[in-house]
C-alpha cells in the first residue's frame, strides 16, 4: 500500500508540509512561522484543512495530525475567534477530534 512506498510517501509528506507553509505553519515544529513571506497566511478554507487533517488521520500520520490540530486550535481561537470550521453550512469541527492510532476492530 502507498504507506509502505518510501517515494510516495516522500511527496505526500512535502506536500502537507508546503501546503501548512503556505498557511504560515511550521509543520515539523509545530509553530507559527514568523515573519509571514508576501503571500503567506491563513485563507479562511476550512475545509482544505479538515481534508489534510482527515488525510493524515488516514494514513496514521500520528505527529503531522498532532500538529495540524494544533494549528487549527490556534486558528479557531485567534483567526476565527472562537467559531468553528465549516464549509457551507456544513460543521467539519471534527477535525478537531480525531485520535490516532485508530481503534483496532475486535473479533467477536
Known amino acids: 500500500a502507498l504507506r509502505n512506498d518510501a517515494e510516495w510517501l516522500e511527496g505526500y509528506h512535502e506536500a502537507v508540509r508546503l501546503a501548512c507553509a503556505a498557511w504560515g505553519w511550521d509543520l515539523d515544529q509545530a509553530c507559527r512561522i514568523s515573519p509571514l513571506e508576501k ?3 491563513w485563507t479562511d478554507w476550512d475545509v482544505r484543512l479538515a481534508k489534510m487533517c482527515r488525510s493524515v488521520y488516514l494514513m496514521e500520520e ?9 494549528f487549527a486550535r490556534e ?3 485567534n483567526e476565527k ?3 468553528g470550521f465549516f464549509y457551507g453550512t456544513i460543521c467539519l469541527d471534527e477535525l478537531l477530534y480525531f485520535e490516532l492510532p485508530r481503534a483496532k476492530p475486535t473479533d467477536e
Open 39 to 41: 503571500g503567506m497566511g
Open 62 to 70: 500520528e505527529e503531522l495530525l498532532t500538529s495540524l490540530q494544533k
Open 75 to 77: 486558528l479557531q481561537e
Open 81 to 83: 475567534e472562537g467559531k
